[in-house]
Nanobody
Framework: VQLQASGGGLVQAGGSLRLSCAAS????????IAWFRQAPGKEREGVSC???????????WYEPSVKGRFTISRDNAKNAVTLQMNSLKPEDTAVYYC???????????????WGQGTQVTVSS
């Protein structure tokens, strides 16, 4: 099971980026997909998560500091999960990772599958 995270880059404060987490060997619909981020010197923290389609729970979760600015959604045509990030702030700067497992765990160590990470840098 391999995940590919992409879409990171350098953007000014107030700008937007769209991250994508894609898979080529399995269907993402069957998994809960989460985005985590890790800034230098800090622990990895959860950003957002969307439950699997098969669970029929339809739950999405957001870290409070990104709620209202970030949106997680599925792109079934591309077998991907996207994270639309608007109104970016310098404190959003981090390496962003996507992860997959059966449910939206709050503990990143509970996720079994990870992408390679994509750098997001927000300048002030």
């Amino acid at each position: 099971v391999q995940l590919q995270a992409s879409g990171g880059g350098l953007v000014q404060a107030g700008g937007s980026l769209r991250l994508s987490c894609a898979a080529s060997e399995f269907t993402l619909d069957s998994y809960a997909i989460a985005w985590f981020r890790q800034a230098p010197g800090k622990e990895r923290e959860g950003v957002s998560c969307i439950s699997s389609v098969s669970s029929r729970i339809g739950v999405t979760w957001y870290e409070p500091s990104v709620k209202g600015r970030f949106t997680i959604s599925r792109d079934n045509a591309k077998n991907a999960v996207t994270l639309q990030m608007n109104s970016l702030k310098p404190e959003d700067t981090a390496v962003y990772y996507c992860a997959a497992d059966s449910i939206c765990y709050s503990d990143p160590t509970s996720f079994g599958y990870w992408g390679q990470g994509t750098q997001v840098t927000v300048s002030s």
